[in-house]
């Protein structure tokens, strides 16, 4: 797609806040390609990258990945896909990570959504999850929230400053949850 036509939607929110699961309930009510960064990582340690064991050791570490890593990553999904609309989950989780996908990828946001949910919910939500992700364990989580907090206030503010920025309280029901975000995007049609 031409730059122009280009809808992106940034999903931010902590570790557990519920990124991933109000994303899949967006993409079904306004036909968006969900572009989890996480995701993009994970799939690229298990493809025996080159950037793979260095991307593992910063994700057990709750640390970030190198900017130009993942912008890499969300760019080809970017443009491997017909569609115009995209949400990026978990991304941009620091100052550094959002200068470097507007270097490269030429576009802001035109949405900023931002889960608040306080951290023990968090902590309670990422251990119950169960999927083998090497980062859910107590440790990991930690760091996880520490590296959140200390990074992640400024996107929020640089976002709300400019009006871009929907804050949802992340906690009550999926679905509950999700009726707060519907009329964020009920004005565009699927
Ligand atoms: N759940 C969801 N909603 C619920 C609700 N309302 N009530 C009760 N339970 C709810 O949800 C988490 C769990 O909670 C699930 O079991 C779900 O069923 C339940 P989920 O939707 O998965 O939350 P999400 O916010 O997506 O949590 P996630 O753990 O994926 O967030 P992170 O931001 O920690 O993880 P991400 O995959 O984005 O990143 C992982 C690591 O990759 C980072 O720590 C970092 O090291 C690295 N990374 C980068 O370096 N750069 C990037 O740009 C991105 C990632
Ligand atoms: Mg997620």
Known sequence: PSKGSLFVTFV????????????????????FTHVSAGDLLRREIASGSAYGSVILSTIREGKIVPSQVTVELIQ?????????KFLIDGFPRSEENRKAFEKTIGAEPDVVLFFDCPEQEMVKRVLN????????NIDTIKKRLEIFDELNWPVINYY?????????NAVGTVDEIFEKVRPIFAPLSK
């Open 129 to 136: 999850r169960n999927q083998g992700r090497v980062d859910d």
């Open 160 to 168: 709300s400053q400019r009006g871009k920025l929907h804050k949802i």
């Open 12 to 31: 931010l929110g902590g570790p557990g806040s519920g990124k991933g699961t109000q994303c899949a309930k967006i993409v079904e009510a306004f036909g």
């Open 76 to 84: 080809k999904e970017m443009e491997s896909s017909d569609n115009y």
